[in-house]
């Protein structure tokens, strides 16, 4: 089928979105000169099987995430798929592509149109890893033989490739619209002459759940000799001078060809030089937010976590523009910016609680968006007629209710969305004995937030089905004196063990604290969790354990906990579906592109914001509920920055590896004997000073926040 555009109309359809895009442009402009990107390292999690994440040019929150797609070594049975597409330790390069999901599980998804520029009869580029290069924004490597330089950076809906051929020579460039992580699915060419060509890719999203389709134009800096095309494929034929350029520039549309067009020639008018600039001075405001002293090793993990925790979800419309829902149809994006691409069942315990805190202007969009969800045929994972990748939506009554209570979600939307959440945590789950646990939890967010939208019956009826896991509980995670209960993907779990699992009901510790007994009980078992390394940082199900401490009176463990597994080699016994033979041992978060414990992913910046979180000495661990648990932080100062313009202050004073326990506490200048902070607290801005030392104070921090226990609840 070939579509006929209008050459007038999508010019003047980028016309328009010059304005739309230079608008979002300035948002992100910076006049800081701290340049916080060059503490930015976007290999760090890239290897092998040690986070799953790209290096790939993209702006904050973008949807284009444009880099290298590199090849498995076929011979080695054991090399695991990159689930980004990309692998550092891999020197061969299939092309580029313009979407990946970063660190997510499966064999990840996206990929969509690969382009690899190659000279005649280079069938498979070999990479030169030693220059190769990364910043936020940017990407550049030397391949092939003769070598091409490749350079690329992005816009949220554009890719823009530079091309340098080093020899004179025939060139050929592949434009593969049937390239994906995932199971492809029906894609193809609409057209291919001059120097465009139009098509679209269609793949399945994370995991096989659902399917995405999305629209590709490229725009070519001048036109070939030649086009050959076949299927889903075409190549594009060039005769090139040593040290000529040819510039690419790609658009991606869930709308339709027109729009990919339009984004494709608006970035074609402007120079690559600029868009790079302008990336980093994106990253450089979102990044701004933190601002932290201390040891440039920490500084670089920080940052670069950070980085990754701001790439999903993604940008899909502007306020007022069209935008592809999930039951295919076409939407408006009346309220605010649209955005796209969920991996909830991960980031709703980290990532998502992060932008609340740290960027709620654009976290109101976000949880607006995933509420627009529910009238667009929600599913626990993905429909068959998504607008992009995307992941999985379980656990969106939780991120509705720490959205509502962090000032993310307005009324109108928390009222309209309240009977789909009811009805999303009542039908959660298949019957298997976590996701009991799991259900639980998204009752009591439904039952919270009816309560603070003055819903009392509806409310009691889900703090009602929010205990029900408890007969579940008793029968399996009451007792842990048996020899699977550190056994991994038992029936009825996932990915984690009856240890690893037993905790996660954090709306109703207190009941679990006197079933097993009251008094020390818990403490002890929490003890025997971490002494014999039972507890997991490489996955998602016992992530808040170690803040579980400072809830039950002894935040000194939580201190050293957190603190060791920021900054120092441990013991990790285990992977995502089994225990090791023996124990590898090294820091769950290092500064190499091996960044990660092993089949550790990042889980679209899960993990990445654990770190985060806790590098910072502030975490959500109890989600839904607007406090932090204080931890002792890895940087001597820290200032968070909010766009009220209001700044709070972390000091760790006396702060060393050794000295890492807080002996005291002041808030605006008055003592403070909690370990832990409102919301409202911290963004109201201020100064926290910690005192440290050596030892543990066990007598500050004991007071506790208000019960988790649901028992008797009403809305008074």
């Known amino acids: 089928m070939k579509i006929r555009l209008n050459r007038r109309l999508v010019l003047s359809l980028a016309a328009v979105l010059v304005v739309s895009v230079l608008v979002i442009l300035s948002l992100f402009i910076n006049t800081r000169t701290s340049e916080i990107v060059t503490f930015v390292d976007p290999f760090i999690g890239t290897a092998g099987d040690h986070g799953q994440l ?5 702006l904050p929150y973008g949807m284009v995430k444009l880099g290298p797609d590199t090849a498995t070594d076929e011979a080695d049975a054991k090399a695991p798929k990159p689930h980004s597409g990309y692998d550092f330790e891999s020197n061969s390069l299939i092309g580029f592509s313009h979407t990946r999901s970063q660190g997510v599980g499966c064999e990840g998804s996206g990929g969509v149109l690969l382009v690899r520029p190659s000279y005649v009869n280079d069938a498979q580029p070999t990479m030169d890893k030693s220059a190769e290069k990364a910043s936020p924004g940017y990407y550049s490597v030397s391949y092939g033989s003769p070598s091409i330089l490749a350079e690329l950076t992005a816009t949220a809906e554009a890719g823009v490739h530079r091309y340098t051929f080093t020899k004179t020579g025939r060139v050929q460039i592949l434009f593969d619209f049937g390239h994906a992580h995932s199971k492809p699915r029906p894609s193809g060419i ?19 759940f659902g399917a995405y389709k999305v629209h590709a134009s490229a725009v070519l800096s001048r036109a070939p000799v030649s086009w050959t095309t076949n299927d889903a494929k075409a190549v594009a034929v060039f005769d090139m001078n040593a040290g000529e350029q040819l510039v690419v520039s790609v658009g991606l549309s869930s709308i339709g060809q027109m729009e990919a067009r339009a984004h494709a020639a608006l970035q074609s008018r402007q120079s690559f030089e600029s868009l790079v600039k302008l990336a980093a001075a994106a990253w450089e405001r979102e990044l701004g937010r933190v601002q932290v002293e201390g040891d440039p090793k920490r500084k670089r993990r920080l940052y670069t976590a950070l980085y990754h925790a701001m790439q999903m979800p993604y940008f899909v419309a502007r306020k007022g523009r069209s935008y592809r829902g999930s039951d295919g149809n076409l939407q408006v994006a009346s309220v605010g910016d649209q955005y796209f691409g969920w991996s909830l069942w991960d980031t709703f315990r980290t990532q998502q609680p992060l932008l609340n805190l740290l960027d709620p202007t654009r976290s109101r969009d976000m949880t607006r968006s995933l509420a627009d969800l529910y009238s667009q045929g929600k599913q626990p994972w ?23 209570r962090k000032g993310a979600l307005d009324v109108e939307t928390a009222r309209r969305s309240l009977p789909y959440a009811g009805a999303e945590a009542s039908a959660y789950g298949e019957g298997k004995i976590f996701q009991s646990l799991e259900a639980a939890y998204q009752h009591w967010a439904v039952a919270e937030l009816a309560c603070d939208l003055g819903d009392q019956d509806l409310a009691i009826h889900h703090w009602r089905r929010s205990v029900e896991y408890r007969d579940v509980w008793n029968a399996n995670f009451k007792s842990v004196d048996h020899g699977s209960a550190d056994k991994v993907d038992l029936p009825g779990l996932y990915e984690g063990t009856i240890w690893q699992y037993r905790w996660f ?7 679990i604290r006197q079933a097993v007994g009251g008094g020390d009980a818990l403490v002890n078992q929490l003890e025997e969790f971490f002494n014999q390394g039972y507890f997991n940082i490489a996955n998602q199900p016992d992530i808040q354990v170690p803040y579980l401490f400072a809830y039950l009176g002894r935040p000194w463990r939580t201190q050293d906990i957190t603190f060791r597994y920021a900054t120092q080699e441990m013991d990790h016994w285990y992977g995502t579906h089994e225990k090791r033979q023996k124990p590898w041992r090294g820091m769950a978060f290092q500064d190499s592109p091996r960044g990660f414990v092993p089949e550790m992913d ?33 940087f001597p100062q820290s200032r968070l920055t909010f766009d009220s313009g209001k700044v709070f202050t972390i000091e760790a004073r006396g702060l060393s590896d050794a000295a890492h326990f807080i002996q005291k506490a002041s808030l605006n200048g008055k003592p403070l004997e909690r370990a832990w902070l409102t919301h409202d607290e911290i963004t109201s801005g201020g100064e926290l000073v910690l005192e440290m030392g050596a030892t543990p104070n066990q007598n500050w921090g004991l007071e506790k926040p208000k019960s988790s226990s649901v028992t008797a609840r009403t809305c008074s």
């Open 602 to 634: 990042d889980d679209a910046g899960t993990m990445s914001s654990w770190f985060a979180l806790s590098a910072l000495g502030i975490y959500p661990s109890l989600v839904g509920e607007p406090l932090y648990t204080l931890t002792s932080p890895i």
């Open 505 to 511: 009901v954090p709306h109703d510790i207190e009941w």
């Open 382 to 404: 993905a429909t068959a007629n998504e607008p992009g990748l995307t992941v999985r939506t379980e656990f969106a009554p939780v991120v509705l209710l720490d959205g509502f």
């Open 190 to 208: 609409t057209a291919a002459k001059g120097d465009y060509i139009d098509g679209f890719s269609s793949a399945t999203t994370v995991c096989d």
């Open 54 to 58: 790209s290096p790939a040019a993209t």
